[in-house]
């Protein structure tokens, strides 16, 4: 029953169905405890914190009197800068009426999900807001899991089954969501996989929604290779600033719509919505974007600085799940990991943790750590939780600057951890600790061999 308050009277779409998400429950106790001055491990918030580069910030005060509103779909300079960029870096064909730019890749695939058909196909596990999204639209969404023994990736059969159900269910599912690098993952969808779904996709006729924020942060040798790429006629790529370039609140995001005549009615339906919702990007940051996607190799090379800075991280903390023998898929981007504490059901059952809820709430309140449960990103598994490498050893803006400082001086992947990390090993023998615990108490304490860097 929706409570009622005279006279705000919630509409269906906002209340009913949504829960109140886990990830917030664990960030009001995170607040708490910081408030009380309590140590807390910061390994929820999924946040790019290198500073802003000296080229694109003078970009922004150079453009401070940009006063004016700029048309729904982005100045036609930056759709063609933009346009170019995806034929350098990624070699898709793009011409500037196919690009798009809006407050963020999120506010994109909302106003994407709003234009285009009914049934959504989401993976699970997935970004915490598609779900949300299909459910503020009212779109019935048909979840798709996925498993850590085949890389979190899709798998045809799997995907073959539920279209069914889903056809028995609802109706023919219209829009399919992909997502590579993956959060809450840090996985990547190999090449000849991409390829098989976009010839599922077109077999079946599904408008593809391809989320590629991490695009420009992999490492683990896996090429990113978008869906557009087999499939252009079919596929919006969403992009933009805030993982690469660690900018997301410039709230700058882009979409590449198909080319021909379909994508460019799906231009006017996104025209439509953005003109009639946030009418159009921040003036100074459309400018500022500019150079952001200008090609200039001094902000290439601080996108792949960024890039590494986070592979070594996140890198050092799939070491320690490996360690700690903690199962755990090996990330290839982004700077998430999506471990398992199944093995240890009874053990923490015994405590009280039977939901991967009561897990991120007992790692916080017992050993510090905060994470995500596995449940905000709708997982078929139990007992997982997603791990963000972003925040640890950069909380501030001066230490995040000074991780930047030191990396540039010494880029030993070694060294930049053991002299520049200190939470990051800490939170390494957090983690130590509460797999001992938990071995101890099921009997089957063993020693683990010491921690190795990267
Ligand atoms: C997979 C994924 N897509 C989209 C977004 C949001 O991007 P933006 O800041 O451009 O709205 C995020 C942010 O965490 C994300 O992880």
């Known amino acids: 029953m929706v409570e009622r308050f005279k006279p705000i009277r919630f509409s269906r779409a906002g209340v009913r169905g949504l829960k109140v998400s886990a990830t917030l429950a664990i960030n009001d106790r995170v607040q708490d405890m910081w408030s009380a001055g309590q140590n807390v491990y910061h390994l929820a918030f999924g946040e790019s914190r290198f500073p802003v580069h000296p080229k694109v910030a003078a970009a922004l005060r150079a453009h401070v ?15 063609r800068a933009i346009a170019e960029y995806h034929q350098t870096k990624f070699d898709l064909d793009v011409t500037p009426e196919q690009v798009v730019v809006g407050p963020g890749a999120k506010s994109l695939i909302f106003a994407s999900l709003l234009a285009l058909g009914e049934e959504v196909i989401i993976p699970q596990p997935s970004w915490v807001s598609y779900a949300p999204q ?7 969404a048909t979840f798709v899991p996925t498993r850590p023994e085949a890389n979190f990736e899709l798998e045809l059969d799997v995907l073959e089954t539920r279209m069914q159900e889903s056809r028995q269910n609802w109706g023919n599912p219209e829009v399919f969501i992909v997502n590579s690098p993956k959060n809450p993952t840090g996985t990547m969808m190999h090449p000849e996989k991409v390829e098989a779904l976009a010839g599922f996709a077109r077999e079946n006729e599904l408008m593809v929604l391809s989320d590629e924020v991490y695009s420009l942060m992999t490492f683990g040798g896996v090429p990113h290779i978008s869906i557009a790429h087999f499939y252009p006629e079919g596929t919006i790529v969403f992009g933009g600033l805030s993982k690469n370039l660690p900018l997301g609140g410039w709230r700058f995001g882009t979409a590449i719509l198909p080319p021909g005549t379909g994508g460019r009615a799906l ?8 003109s009639n919702i946030w009418t159009c990007v921040t003036a100074p940051v459309q400018y500022a974007a500019l150079v952001a996607y200008s090609g200039d190799p001094e902000v290439e090379e601080y996108i792949d600085l960024c890039a590494r800075m986070h592979s070594i991280r996140t890198r050092f903390l799939f070491q320690t799940m490996v360690h700690l023998g903690i199962p755990c898929v090996e990330p290839a981007g982004a700077f998430y990991l999506f471990p398992s504490f199944q093995k240890w059901k009874e053990p923490l059952a015994a405590r009280g943790v039977h939901t991967d809820d009561d897990l991120a709430l007992h790692l916080l309140e017992r050993y510090e750590i905060a994470t995500l449960p596995g449940s905000a990103f709708h997982s078929a598994q139990e007992l997982c939780l997603r791990i963000s490498s972003s925040y640890i050893d950069a909380a501030t803006d001066e230490r995040a600057d000074a991780l930047l400082v030191a990396f540039r001086e010494d880029p030993d992947p070694e060294r930049f951890v053991q002299h520049h990390h200190p939470r990051l090993l800490k939170v390494a023998e957090r983690f130590g ?3 001992k615990d938990l071995e101890r108490e ?11 860097v990267i």
């Open 442 to 452: 099921s009997g089957e304490s063993g020693r683990r061999p010491d921690l190795a």
């Open 134 to 140: 299909a459910h503020l639209l009212a779109k019935p």
């Open 65 to 79: 009197q940009k006063r004016s509103y700029l048309p729904a779909l982005g100045i036609p300079e930056l759709r």
């Open 267 to 274: 231009a006017h339906a996104i025209g439509n919505i953005a």
């Open 433 to 435: 600790e509460f797999i």
